[in-house]
């Protein structure tokens, strides 16, 4: 049979793989006993409900077998097995395996260091390996099948005898180099040290055949004391790493476990392990927030979720429902003896335990975070960077309901010291004459600062929260109020403290505000004297309701519903431009009009909108200057 040939990105990874640097190379066994695993849990997981499998718990194991003569090692595991489509799809390419998509998405990342950090699957065995051999039986098929590969040349699917379910890969481990001790790998003590290191909470006994020393039983004085026995031997301890006790665990097991388990390239930012004796549910749990935002985070792709299990057997791979949409950038595990095991994900969705378990989660991980906050702001506000707008949907989601879990772990931006700050450290320290909380919205913390509308405020030394983020505004909107202060977006709304004298009388006339109106037409809603402006001669607001920033949000996300601000241009009548505008009413009509025009525009501008017809305001703006 003529050989296939492995997938083009599949050839690449090879190449990679046969290139990888010495320390990295010793994974491959760890990624072929989590395969092992894998395939255990979905047969174990059938069993429960079929009896046909004929397998009970205990049965279930992974075999290790080491043989320096045809220098191979054999990994045997009755677990679900593969077909020859199996086969094919599953060993044929490698883009199926998770670790290769982060690959791909990620490639400026370091090649070497995929390998390292959390190997690429199945394929790592190549780094060791000059020949592959698959023999597996699928569950509830007649025929077993073999696959063979000796690398970047492709592979060959054959029909086999075999007669026990579940899969064997054999390793034929490379020839030493000078640089390169492979025969290492077909001694027991480096095995059994691998399988301590890389695979001990592995859940299936590992067992290997070691070699003892066993004291001999009769006294016969000219004999040796002891005897060389063989006997199998299991060489993990099989205890999850959630089950055991946090403080003998070390960080360095923690971030291999996380690193493993959620393919990611960087140890965690925070790893927190809790053990809860709940009335409905008791469980264990350990979670981990990621140091970087995931490549896919922010897209549909990502799911959320925790990967669920009862007594240890892993039930459901990604249970979103354990997880809040505010909290969706944890990840972890959790364990509870109180779920039934072969409940249906319909049911799950249902079921009482599984409620009362996501409840506590959720306060557990806002304690967490709390304390965070508390005890190490440089972090948070690190993961702040990466996570905080997830945060902030809680604010906003579900009309509201989740605001108390939030409202204290979310961070602005504060015109006065200059860094992020809670809410309850602004409100605090809000001098007692004033009511409200103050933010403004713009398209960047520096665009706000400049705004018009934000210097009255600042000179008075109020403290502003500078909002950039879309979500904020909808955020305090739908707060309305913290610890009974209500926000206030100072770009839009009349604020109560603002200045009722501070712009001469004698300019205040009717008469130039409905001049100007007529000028701009539907342009604008209103014309007004502001209360707010200083050094600026105009700007832009909006009234009742929608601001600009919402407008700008809305024309992306549903055009269709025109949502527009009313526009009212607020004017400064101590400025010498609306001076100079005002003089010319009487003085000169046509001029006054280019005036109010311009002045309109550069309200538009700073406002950060769009000007509606650039090229007649550049004109304009020409014929100034003539
Ligand atoms: P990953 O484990 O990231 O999916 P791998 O390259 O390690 O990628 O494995 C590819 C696929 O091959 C697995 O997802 C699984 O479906 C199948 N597989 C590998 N080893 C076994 C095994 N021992 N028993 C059954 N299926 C296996």
New binding site residues.
């Given amino acids: 049979m003529a050989k296939t040939e492995f997938k083009s990105e599949s050839k690449r990874l090879l190449d990679l793989m046969i290139n990888s640097i010495y320390t990295h190379k010793e994974i491959f066994l760890r990624?072929?006993i989590?395969?092992?695993s894998?395939?255990i849990d979905?047969l174990y997981y059938i069993s429960l409900t079929d009896t046909n499998v004929g397998l009970n718990k205990d049965d279930f194991k992974i075999r290790i077998d080491l043989d320096k003569e045809s220098r191979t090692i054999t990994?045997t595991?009755n677990?679900?097995?593969?077909d020859a489509d199996?086969l094919d799809n599953?060993?044929g390419t490698?883009a199926?395996?998770?670790?290769?998509k982060f690959k791909q998405e990620n490639d400026k990342a370091e090649d070497v260091d995929i390998i390292g950090q959390f190997g690429?699957?199945?394929?790592s065995a190549f780094m060791v390996s000059d020949e592959i051999t698959?023999r597996?039986k699928k569950y509830g098929c007649d025929k077993a099948y073999q696959w063979v590969s000796s690398g970047a040349d492709g592979y060959e699917i054959t029909e086999i005898d075999k007669d026990d379910v579940?899969?064997q890969?054999i390793l034929k481990i490379k020839e030493d180099t000078e640089n390169e001790k492979y025969s290492e790998f077909l001694e027991k003590y480096k095995i059994s040290a691998l399988v301590s290191k890389y695979s001990d909470y592995i859940r299936y006994p590992i067992i290997m055949e070691m070699e003892h020393r066993k004291l001999r039983e009769d006294s016969d004085p000219d004999a040796p004391e002891y005897d060389e026995v063989k006997e199998d031997e299991v060489l993990n301890s099989m205890v999850p790493i959630w089950q055991r006790n946090k403080k003998d665990v070390t960080d360095e097991e923690y971030n291999e476990f996380y690193k493993q388990k959620f393919f990611d390239f960087e140890p965690p930012a925070r790893v927190f392990a809790n053990s809860v004796e709940g009335l409905i549910a008791s469980f264990k749990s350990l979670l981990f927030i990621p140091s970087k935002v995931p490549f896919n985070y922010y897209t549909k792709e990502y799911k959320k979720g925790l990967q669920l299990y009862s007594s240890g057997v892993l039930i459901m791979d990604n249970c979103s429902d354990l997880i809040p949409e505010h909290f969706a950038f944890v990840k972890g595990v959790v364990d509870s003896q109180d779920l039934s095991l072969n409940i249906s994900r319909e049911m799950l969705q249902h079921d009482r335990q599984l409620k009362s378990i996501a409840s506590t989660l959720e306060k557990k991980i806002k304690n967490e975070l709390s304390s965070w906050l508390k005890n190490d702001r440089e972090g948070y506000e690190k993961f702040y960077a990466n996570f905080g707008k997830q945060l902030k949907y809680g604010l906003v989601g579900d009309y509201g309901a989740h605001q108390d879990v939030v409202k204290d772990i979310v961070l602005f931006y504060s015109s006065t010291e200059k860094k992020l700050v809670t809410l309850k450290e602004y409100t605090e320290r809000m001098p007692e004459d004033q009511k409200e909380i103050y933010f403004a919205t713009g398209d960047s913390i520096d665009a706000i600062d400049k705004l018009p509308q934000t210097e009255y405020f600042r000179d008075k030394g109020r403290e502003i929260l500078y909002c950039a983020e879309e979500i904020d505004e909808f955020a305090f909107q739908s707060m309305s109020s913290y610890n009974d202060k209500q926000f206030k977006n100072i770009v839009n709304e009349d604020v109560e403290e603002e200045n009722k004298d501070d712009n001469k009388d004698e300019n205040k006339n009717d008469d130039t505000l409905k001049f100007i109106k007529d000028v701009l037409g539907d342009k604008v809603n209103e014309v007004v004297f502001s209360k707010k402006l200083k050094s600026h001669p105009v700007c832009l607001t909006a009234k009742g309701g929608v601001s600009f920033e919402m407008e700008k949000y809305m024309s992306l996300a549903q055009p269709e519903a025109m949502v527009k601000a009313q526009r009212v241009l607020e004017i400064n009548a101590a400025h010498p431009a609306v001076n100079a505008l005002i003089a010319n009413i009487t003085a000169d009509k046509d001029k006054a009009e280019k005036y109010a025009k311009l002045l309109y525009n550069q309200a538009v501008i700073i406002a950060g909108l769009t000007v509606e017809d650039p090229s007649e305001y550049a004109d304009l703006v020409c014929s100034l200057m003539n």
Wanted: charged content about 15%.
């Fill in positions: 990624e072929i989590s395969n092992a894998d395939a979905k990994i595991d677990g679900i097995g593969m199996d599953n060993l490698i199926n395996s998770g670790s290769f690429v699957g199945f394929y698959v597996s579940g899969t890969i």
